[in-house]
């Protein structure tokens, strides 16, 4: 019998967990959750956007983008109607600026990519609605999945190669660290991606594409002062692009392809049939 079937979950834990999954789902269908998104246009000479109105191009200043529209058209930027031209700041900025079309239409800017380039996303708040989204199926709480690792930090970090979902060449990254746990004896270890004061960690294992999405899932840990960290496996993800097919995520790194089956979190998400 695997030691992941061999532990019991206390009340505490389950009801933690059942609020956690009501969250995600809250967030997944909020509107500017991951369903929501329609159009992700990369810009970089003045150019109309699929759905929206105005014309769109790069800020004169290269921190975002600008738009140019008559009042008539209804945008709003930052709360105030353009009749002009806006600069759209992007969404990483010290200063983001958020854009309003309509009662279920709203945008901001990302980037720069590797060539400079923002690009104007699109969110509509009745999407999931309208795609007939039900849900995410995931397995059932087990805490023999919560597992107790280490983070050793490394000085410089660890570089490491991992493509995207939509393709593309390989991309650099650096993992500040090293987190190890172990599972029925056998020490695992992951590198993962800074998110802010947290890690993210893009893994895939036997289940992937058979049991859970084919891209493989995300888990976000954060690391404690002393290097311990809580590996809770049934907060494992499915990433964005699960949700559509404009997200272009992070595919695990070589290392984070486990081979053990990670029967915890979530699976796939579910949609009504056409």
């Known amino acids: 019998m695997s030691d ?3 532990t019991a979950p206390d009340d505490a834990a389950i009801a933690q967990h059942e609020a956690f999954r009501r ?7 909020a509107p500017q959750g991951s369903l929501a998104l329609v159009a992700t246009a ?22 975002g983008l600008q738009v140019s529209a008559d009042a008539a058209d209804e945008i709003t930027v930052d709360g105030q109607v353009v009749d002009g031209a806006a600069i759209v700041y992007g ?3 010290m200063t983001p600026s958020s854009v309003r079309f309509d009662d279920r239409r709203t945008a901001f800017a990302i980037g720069p990519d590797f060539h400079g380039r923002f690009a104007l996303q699109v969110w509509d708040a ?12 995931a397995y059932p709480y087990d805490p023999a999945w919560v597992k107790q690792g280490t983070f050793e930090a490394v000085e410089g970090g660890v570089g490491f190669e991992y493509e995207k979902s939509r393709g593309g060449s ?11 746990f172990e599972h029925e004896g056998a020490e695992i270890e992951l590198l993962a991606l800074p998110d802010g004061d947290s890690l993210q960690i893009v893994f895939a294992d036997a289940t992937t594409g058979d049991e859970t999405y084919d891209v493989g899932r995300f888990l976000f840990v954060k690391p404690r002062h002393d290097g311990t960290v809580v590996l809770d496996f049934n907060r494992a993800i499915v990433p964005p692009c699960a949700m559509s097919d404009l997200f272009n995520c992070p595919l ?12 915890a979190g979530e699976q796939r998400p579910r949609f009504a049939q056409p």
């Not at 969250?23 to 269908?29: A, G, T, Y």
């Not at 390989?170 to 190890?180: H, M, W």
């Open 4 to 6: 992941t079937a061999q």
């Open 23 to 29: 969250k995600r789902e809250q967030s997944v269908r």
């Open 42 to 63: 990369w810009i970089s000479e003045p150019t109309t956007v699929d759905g929206v109105p105005g014309t769109w191009s790069a800020s004169p200043a290269g921190d």
């Open 91 to 93: 969404h990483d900025s």
């Open 126 to 137: 009745d999407a999931a609605e309208e795609r007939g989204f039900q849900g995410i199926d």
């Open 170 to 180: 390989l991309r650099q990254a650096v993992s500040p660290g090293r987190i190890r």
């Open 252 to 263: 695990p790194p070589a290392g984070n392809r486990l081979a053990i089956a990670l029967r």
